[in-house]
C-alpha cells in the first residue's frame, strides 16, 4: 500500500526566514512524487513534480529515496507563499496513474 | 475560468435524501476523478474513471455512485448510505497516462 504523511498540520515562519515542508512516503516501488498548492479561494493546482528537478515560485523538492522523503524547501518564505500544501505519490500499478495524497500542511507567513 | 467546472458551488441535503454533483470538462481529457477533502485528512479518492462506460472505485466508495456516459461529464451521486456526507468534494481530470491533475473549484455538501 502506498501512504504519505505530512507530519505537520500547521507551519508558522516569518518572512524571509527558510521554510521546510516535510513529507514521508511509504511504497514499495519507485514512486513518482508531486506537491500540490491551494491558495486562499483559488483550486488546487500543481507546483511541482520531483522529475522534472525544477524550481517553482523559488520552491524545490528533492526526492530521497533513502529516508523516503520529498520536502517542500524555499530559502527565503514570501507572505503570497501562504496556502495549503499537499503532498502526493502516484505508482506504478494497475490503477493507472493514481495519486495519494497527505494530510496537508497549512503554511503561514506573517509580516 | 473554463477547464473543469463543478455545480452547484454549496448543496445542502437532508438526511435521507440523495444528490447529484456535477463535474464538466472541456480539456478532453480522457481521465476523471472524485476526491472528498476534510480537515486534517488531505484528499481520499472516491471514484475514478479513465475511459468513457468504465469507472473504478477509490478508498472510500461506499455510499456513492458514479456515471461516466460522456468523455466531458463525471457526475457524483451521494446516496443516503453515505454515513457521514458533509464535506468538500472535489474532481479533477487528466490526459490518459498525465500525472498532473486539474482540479475544480469544489462543491461543498452540508447534510441538514
Not at chain 2, 7 to 30: A, I, M, W
Amino acid at each position: 500500500a502506498q501512504r504519505v504523511t505530512q507530519p505537520e498540520k500547521l507551519l508558522s515562519v516569518f518572512k524571509g526566514a527558510p521554510v521546510e515542508l516535510k513529507c514521508n512516503y511509504s511504497y514499495s516501488g519507485s514512486p513518482e512524487l508531486f506537491w500540490y498548492v491551494q491558495y486562499s479561494r483559488q483550486r488546487l493546482q500543481l507546483l511541482l513534480r520531483h522529475i522534472s528537478r525544477e524550481s517553482i515560485k523559488g520552491f524545490t523538492a528533492d526526492l530521497n529515496k533513502g529516508e523516503t522523503s520529498f520536502h517542500l524547501k524555499k530559502p527565503f518564505a514570501q507572505e503570497e507563499d501562504s496556502a495549503m500544501y499537499y503532498c502526493a505519490l502516484s505508482g506504478n500499478n494497475n490503477a493507472g496513474n493514481m495519486l495519494t495524497f497527505g494530510g496537508g500542511t497549512r503554511l503561514m507567513v506573517k509580516p | 475560468d473554463g477547464g473543469i467546472t463543478q455545480s452547484p458551488k454549496y448543496l445542502f441535503r437532508k438526511e435521507g435524501q440523495n444528490v447529484t454533483l456535477s463535474c464538466e470538462q472541456n480539456l478532453n481529457h480522457d481521465a476523471m476523478y472524485w476526491y472528498r477533502q476534510d480537515p486534517g485528512q488531505g484528499l481520499r479518492l472516491i471514484y475514478y474513471s479513465q475511459i468513457v462506460n468504465d469507472f473504478q472505485k477509490g478508498d472510500i466508495a461506499e455510499g456513492y455512485s458514479v456515471s461516466r456516459e460522456k468523455k466531458e461529464s463525471f457526475p457524483l451521486t451521494v446516496t443516503s448510505a453515505q454515513k457521514n456526507p458533509t464535506a468538500f468534494y472535489l474532481c479533477a481530470s487528466s490526459l490518459q497516462g498525465g500525472y498532473e491533475q486539474f482540479f475544480g473549484p469544489g462543491t461543498r455538501l452540508t447534510v441538514l
